[in-house]
């Protein structure tokens, strides 16, 4: 099984609203990767985790907070966006065992803040 | 930093035609190069990569080569079909690693005409 899973598949929010995006995978990755990507651009990166702890963190504004519960889970806390947090979230996980490489992404968040 | 750069932004070829992509990158520790393939509306997906110590690859219709000396990739599609329509991204990393980054390129938006 290769998938990556992300929920919701859209999100609509106001600049107010706190609202949550969830990723799962069970390939036993222990790296999980989230990215914004804004229509025709590649993915930027946000932030890594290895092994349940923060590695990377691309100065991200605070405004975006991720947690990482387990080797399985990872998720984003969203809290008082701006219009220009409007993007596709993509959460990816890859292997770090093994000679592994791979970076498998999941389907998405559509997220609209209004 | 890595940066990588890819050209070209667009291209448009004849159904049965090849397409070329080319990228460079400005690291050399960088050891690993996938290829994404990313339709309208989806996530990227993993098409083909290539390891620092392999200089060519190989799937079907798709081909990567690898110049490490002059640090540039490039990605082949024969006999191209209108299915293959997307933004295809190459990237570069130090794979092998739970800490890095996959850094991507700005991306080719691939159009082919029936």
């Known amino acids: 099984d290769t998938e990556v899973t992300q929920t919701p598949k859209h999100l609509v929010m106001g600049m107010t609203n706190k609202k949550s995006l969830k990723c799962e995978q069970h390939m036993g990755h222990r790296a999980m990767y989230w990215y914004k990507q804004k229509a025709k651009k590649p993915p930027e990166l946000m932030f890594v985790?290895?092994?349940?702890?923060?590695?990377i963190n691309e100065s991200v504004p605070s405004r975006f907070s991720p947690e990482c519960p387990n080797s399985s889970l990872l998720n984003l806390h969203l809290h008082a966006l701006q219009p220009e947090d409007s993007a596709l979230y993509l959460c990816a996980s890859r292997g770090t065992s093994g000679g592994s490489y791979e970076q498998y992404f999941g389907p998405g968040t559509r997220l609209t803040v209004t | 930093g890595e940066n990588v750069e890819q050209h070209p932004s667009t291209l448009s070829v004849q159904e049965g035609d090849s397409a070329v992509i080319k990228c460079t990158y400005s690291d050399s520790a960088s050891n690993y190069f996938p290829w994404y393939k990313q339709e309208l509306g989806k996530r990227p997906q993993l098409i083909i990569d290539i390891r620092s110590n392999v200089g060519e690859k190989k799937d079907q219709r798709i081909a990567v080569t690898l110049n490490k000396t002059a640090k540039h990739f490039s990605l082949h599609i024969t006999e191209t079909q209108p299915e293959d329509s997307a933004v295809y991204f190459c990237?570069?990393?130090?794979?092998?690693?739970?800490?890095?980054?996959?850094?991507f390129g700005p991306g080719t938006s691939l159009s082919v005409i029936p």
């Open positions: 985790y290895s092994y349940e702890k923060l590695s």
């Open positions: 990237a570069a990393s130090k794979g092998g690693t739970s800490y890095d980054k996959v850094i």
